[in-house]
C-alpha cells in the first residue's frame, strides 16, 4: 500500500487517529483556508498500520476541508519514527466510537475547554498505561 499512488487517494479513505476536534483550531484554519487554492495548504501525514491508511496528523485540516466540500487535499507519507502502541490505542478508541474516516470527525467538534478535558487528558491517560505496561 506504501507503493500506491497517494494522488489517488480521497479522505474518506483515511482512518483518523483522534477523536474530537478542538472548535477554537478549526475556526483559526477557517480564517487560513481556501479551499480554491490548496497550495499554502500542508499534506496531511498518514501511514499504513495494520492494512489501514492512519492518519498521523492534520485532523482538523481534514474537517476544515471536508466542510468546504472537498473530497481530497494534499497528503504526504509520515516518514516520522512514531509510537505505534500509542498510534493503535488511538485508531482503536477511535473505531470503537465509530470514528471512521475524517467526515465522521463533523459530529466531534467540541469547545476547546472540552477537548482538553476529553481528548488531552485522554490522551495523557492512554500514554502513561503504555509506558506503564512497557516496565
Known sequence: MENCEISC???TDLQPSQFYISEKKLRDIENWFDPKDLSGFE?????????KLVMTDGHTRAVAAIKAGLD???LVWDEDEL???MYRACVSAC????????AD???RIISEEEYKEKWDKW????QAEIIQSRK
Open 83 to 85: 509510537d505505534w502502541d
Open 43 to 51: 499534506p496531511i501525514p498518514i501511514k499504513l498500520l495494520d492494512g
Open 9 to 11: 487517494l480521497v479522505l
Open 123 to 126: 490522551c495523557d491517560i492512554m
Open 105 to 107: 470527525l463533523l459530529t
Open 72 to 74: 481530497s487535499v494534499p
Open 95 to 102: 473505531q470503537e466510537q465509530i470514528i471512521l474516516s475524517p
